[in-house]
């Protein structure tokens, strides 16, 4: 009995933390845009993870929770800050050429990006014909977005491919982090990935020498806060906590209903446009990731 209502519990707690991850993620790159209005992206992202390592320190203590700092424990917070580093100034960097609802739906590729890198490195299952399938629509999907942003304005593509990247380094320190198998609680990879990452941004912006914006919009300073505190410290925690107890492909699929609510928000909160080749586009990809995730549970 104790066993059963401990597994519950789990359980509970993992689709909890997964609906969480979900939420944020759908709201984040409109938060993202917003946080980079009339004043520097480089300023948005550096600001941001200075708020979430200033944040997770102090509730690391109050929680409890201690850093470890043995060789696979370094390992992990290297693997984990590589991917805030260089996925988020990526993400920041491209969202400055597209709309705030094309970020999810290019993140939606994560799962076939991870699956692949998955199978290389962690010994997973070889993709079989569904999920070969769902990978294809979901290339094909992928080149109809990039279509579209070619007609959306003369400098989308550049977003398009920030963001491939976004996704690339995204999903290798996903699989990195799966691969070095730490067990520690979210938060103490969240604050060891970002005693990684913000040296990192603050290294950044001593090269570009960006200067310091004479003055935050009220709608850019709370956008970086709820990034800050939310996206980054709860939204990353959740994430790891989430990937230490499911495998990464599964993991990947939290981008799956994420695009479809990011769109949505776009056009009802920032009044983004939904050109008709961003929306096939994008249900390519949702229909690749569900021929991907149907082909996986089949093998199973």
């Known amino acids: 009995m104790c066993l059963g209502r401990a597994f519950m519990e789990l359980k509970q707690k993992i689709q909890a933390s997964y609906l969480a991850v979900v939420i944020i993620w759908s709201t984040t790159p409109l938060a993202i845009q917003w946080s980079a209005t009339d004043i520097s992206y480089l300023f948005g992202v550096t600001a941001r993870m200075l708020i979430g390592l200033a944040i997770c320190?102090?509730?690391?203590?109050?929680?409890?929770?201690?850093?470890?700092?043995?060789?696979?424990?370094?390992?992990?917070?290297?693997?984990?800050?590589?991917?805030?580093?260089?996925?988020?100034?990526?993400?920041?960097?491209?969202?400055?050429?597209?709309?705030?609802?094309?970020?999810?739906?290019?993140?939606?590729?994560?799962?076939?990006?991870?699956?692949?890198?998955?199978?290389?490195?962690?010994?997973?299952?070889?993709?079989?014909?569904?999920?070969?399938?769902?990978?294809?629509?979901?290339?094909?999907?992928?080149?109809?977005?990039?279509?579209?942003s070619l007609h959306f304005s003369e400098h989308a593509w550049y977003g398009v491919v920030a963001l491939l990247l976004a996704v690339t380094l995204h999903s290798a320190s996903t699989v990195w982090t799966k691969y070095l198998g730490f067990q520690a609680h979210g938060l103490v990879i969240v604050a060891g990935g970002l005693l990684v990452a913000v040296p990192l941004y603050l290294l950044t912006w001593s090269v570009v020498q960006e200067p310091w914006p004479q003055q935050i919009?009220?709608?850019?300073?709370?956008?970086?806060?709820?990034?800050?505190?939310?996206?980054?410290?709860?939204?990353?925690?959740?994430?790891?906590?989430?990937?230490?107890?499911?495998d990464a492909t599964r993991v990947a699929l939290l981008?799956?209903?994420?695009?479809?609510?990011?769109?949505?928000?776009?056009?009802?909160?920032?009044?983004?446009?939904?050109?008709?080749?961003?929306?096939?586009?994008?249900?390519?990809?949702?229909?690749?990731?569900?021929?991907?995730?149907?082909?996986e549970r089949r093998e199973s």
């Open 57 to 148: 320190l102090p509730l690391l203590w109050f929680m409890g929770l201690t850093m470890k700092w043995h060789r696979q424990a370094v390992l992990t917070y290297l693997a984990a800050g590589l991917g805030i580093y260089g996925a988020m100034l990526c993400v920041y960097w491209g969202a400055q050429y597209i709309p705030s609802g094309w970020i999810s739906v290019l993140f939606g590729l994560t799962p076939i990006v991870t699956g692949l890198m998955a199978r290389r490195f962690l010994g997973e299952k070889p993709l079989g014909g569904a999920r070969l399938i769902g990978v294809f629509t979901g290339i094909l999907g992928l080149v109809v977005v990039f279509y579209g």
């Open 255 to 295: 981008t799956l209903i994420t695009p479809i609510l990011a769109l949505w928000l776009g056009r009802w909160l920032n009044a983004e446009s939904l050109t008709w080749a961003v929306v096939a586009g994008t249900l390519l990809i949702l229909t690749g990731l569900l021929l991907y995730e149907f082909g």
């Open 217 to 246: 919009p009220v709608r850019a300073g709370w956008s970086i806060l709820y990034l800050g505190v939310v996206a980054t410290v709860l939204g990353f925690a959740a994430f790891f906590w989430v990937l230490r107890h499911v």
